[in-house]
């Protein structure tokens, strides 16, 4: 798969909640744009959605297309942010204690 990095971004989840990257990226092996990661702030754990196939909540579990493999995503995406455009992001997500550098 050939992922293009689209954007990246830090949020806080609340003031309680687990701080995470969101990740928008393209995979145009498979012909999949405006996909979209959430990355848990250790960056060990990737769950992906295709923004573009968001069902209604009445259509959750009749239809079946937007299931991603975040496991195999994680990888990809860790190799596509090793890029020099991203390559703070990459630092701040896979690398650093502290994410403060990117906030």
């Excluded at 999949?32 to 259509?59: K, P, S, W, Y």
């Excluded at 299931?67 to 942010?81: C, N, T, V």
Aim: hydrophobic letters at 40%; glycine letters at 8%; proline letters at 1%.
């Amino acid at each position: 798969m050939a992922i293009e990095i689209r954007d990246v971004a830090y949020h806080r989840n609340g003031i309680a909640g687990l701080p995470f990257f969101v990740v928008l990226f393209n995979d145009t092996d498979e012909g999949m744009f405006n996909q979209v990661a959430t990355i848990d702030e250790d960056g060990t754990d990737c769950r992906v959605i295709n923004a573009g196939l968001v069902v209604t909540a009445g259509e959750i579990g009749t239809r079946h297309m937007n299931k991603w493999r975040g496991d195999q995503y994680l990888s990809l995406i860790k190799e596509a942010m090793q890029d020099r455009e991203y390559r703070v992001w990459y630092e701040a997500i896979f690398e650093d204690e502290e994410t403060s550098d990117v906030e």
